[in-house]
């Protein structure tokens, strides 16, 4: 199968659902996809992701071209093979995480020096070799490497930062081979509105097959990233996957889905799971609070993953306290099939042009006690 | 279905092929129990343990009782309902984790007090409340209180001691409610032949559902252990299980069984599989070794188990250099898989009355590189 997506319907709000395809399969949007870094989401089987509700999983570049190395997971098959998931992959660049590195990092012109977090071996990543680590890693979906403006920026690093993403943008189309991988663009801009219009503007016209939102996320208030989502959004092609990089909170998807965006990633749900954070339709449960001991209740009634279905909040708050790995599991489970759920309720209420309706169902319940 | 034990055979060698019943179900003997200390098998679900071929698990008294505590498990209606186990499950007494706080511990004839090691609050445990505990988890087998006479030990200790867990043998029977728990007897008598014999006495006349020997594998040399699980088994009743408390390595198990054991558990298969030691027919595979990096096999070729289907030893390694904890579970199904189907191995070679043979090839496989 190739890539390709297909807009069907935009609710009266602006949300979006679509259809994608990749050589592993394809999947409704708006879609979330769980975070395996180091190429396993954490505490989870692929088994366990798929019956969560996993339509794509993310996979990370900067971790995988340090360890265990691209070549090896190319020698023994590429990374489905290596994961054992057979689903769709979408790799990033490593740009979010070398920036991450702050001082550790250098980067010029030709791409982005950094010592690995590892062993503080010295390593580059440029345009070029980011799309290789990626070919050769074989993710349905790749990302360019750029860099991802810090919070926060002043105007002119944002630009000269913008102008380099660009520049570097252009060198991974170019370098990319015409292999069925779909490769993304991504805008940056920092929180200037006028240069996200501007990065919009340059990254469609060098021509891409998604557009993502780089960038949020990184720091700033709420207010001000949900009005770049807000405004930069409707800047994307309409007939193309937009996707907002690693947000986030429930809350932060039901709102850029109404904004249009039809792709997420986040390790939210499954590093609160493993902090024993728990996400229902009425907010957040703290497994481990004192309430929860003797509870016999699932963590949340009617929810339909194996964790609410054969364990009580009692027993979860056990495995949290005595430091079970179980219970990472067992929450991740629960959390990975909270937002999956979510997005089909939201895919669902798009479809019957409800989301304005969804959406005030989702805050009311949020407010239950 | 009531407490039960059928011995079916007993190969020339002297090893027994033996069928259990419990209200939870029943499975053949020699069985191995893998531990769930705290109500649950490390890093695994039920479903696993089931899928590894697991007939009977093994939880812990003392840790149950200080965390979550046993009424709350009784209230939420078992430990099988509680960790979402439906099979048979023995917990032990307490006995020998008390005995492994060492200084933290105070001995008398009504029982033992100690400090938690969760919190340093002050508990006891006496015979009595040993059995209460454990009819409010609600294990399909209870152990009585004992004391594990420590290694080394003066005859004088070791007799006290043997003396002092007979006594506490009695008041456990006489505490028990007929309520379908079966409760085993504990030999104990240091590593003195005579004492062994003069407990096995005590033991069989007072009169329990099974028999078990306990003060082994406490840091004695391995013949030393050997010799007194040889000359010890024989001297219980031949028609009641017979069960060497915590051992052992898979050479230990065949050894045992050979010599008439029919129950174990041990720590070793969880515990090494989270370090990264993997069990084969050809010995123990250390998964962090470098000659693993770029090694596409499954940890043995032919093993039926999830991991060796789905998993290649390079991604195993990945997972333990990179600190997954999914690592810690596949290993673990591994291991557990590995011990229940050396079980069977057992099994069908005492049925066919191959025992010495099966012991031949076992040895043969551990020689091969």
Not at 47 to 55: K, Q, V, Y
Not at 189 to 196: A, H, N, P, T
Not at 210 to 222: D, F, N, T
Not at 296 to 309: A, F, I, K, M, Q
């Amino acid at each position: 199968m190739k890539f390709s997506f297909e807009l069907l319907k935009t609710d009266k709000t602006g949300a979006r659902l679509g259809r994608m395809s990749t050589p592993h399969g394809e999947f409704a949007t708006p879609v979330f996809m769980p975070v395996g870094t180091k190429a396993a989401v954490k505490a989870v089987s692929p088994e366990e992701l798929e019956a969560a509700g996993a339509g794509i999983i993310l996979a990370n570049t900067y971790h995988l071209y340090l360890r265990p190395g691209h070549e090896l997971i190319r020698d023994l098959g590429g990374l489905h093979s290596f994961m054992h998931w057979a689903g769709p992959i979408l790799t990033d660049s490593g740009g979010f995480q070398v920036f991450s590195l702050g001082k550790l990092r250098q980067l010029d012109e030709t791409g982005v020096s950094f010592r690995s977090h590892l062993d503080g071996a010295k390593c580059t990543l440029t345009p070029e070799s980011a799309i290789e680590v990626q070919e050769a890693l074989g993710a349905d979906i790749i990302m360019p490497l750029d860099e991802c403006t810090p919070y926060p920026a002043e105007r002119e690093y944002a630009v000269n930062s913008m102008n380099l993403t660009h520049r570097w943008a252009l060198r991974c189309k170019k370098a990319k081979k015409d292999n069925g991988q779909a490769l993304f663009g991504i805008v940056q801009g920092g929180m200037y509105e006028d240069l996200r219009r501007e990065s919009a503007k340059a990254v469609t016209e060098i021509g891409f097959d998604g557009y993502a939102l780089g960038g949020l996320s990184v720091g700033e208030e709420k207010p001000l990233m949900y009005g770049i989502i807000a405004r930069s959004a409707p800047l994307l092609p309409a007939a193309s996957p937009r996707y907002l990089m690693g947000v986030g909170t429930p809350e932060d998807l039901v709102y850029a889905v109404e904004h249009g965006i039809d792709m997420f990633d986040c390790v939210m749900p499954t590093r609160n799971a493993r902090n024993g954070t728990l996400f229902t339709r009425s907010g957040k449960l703290v497994i481990k609070n004192g309430q929860y001991e003797k509870d016999s209740r699932p963590v949340e009634d009617g929810c339909g993953c194996y964790t609410c279905g054969n364990y009580s909040r009692a027993y979860l708050r056990h495995l949290y306290m005595s430091g079970e790995m179980l219970g990472s599991r067992l929450n991740t489970i629960h959390n990975l099939f909270y937002y999956a759920a979510l997005m089909r309720q939201m895919q669902r209420a798009i479809k019957e042009d409800a989301f304005a309706q969804f959406k005030r169902g989702f805050y009311s319940g949020l407010e239950r006690p």
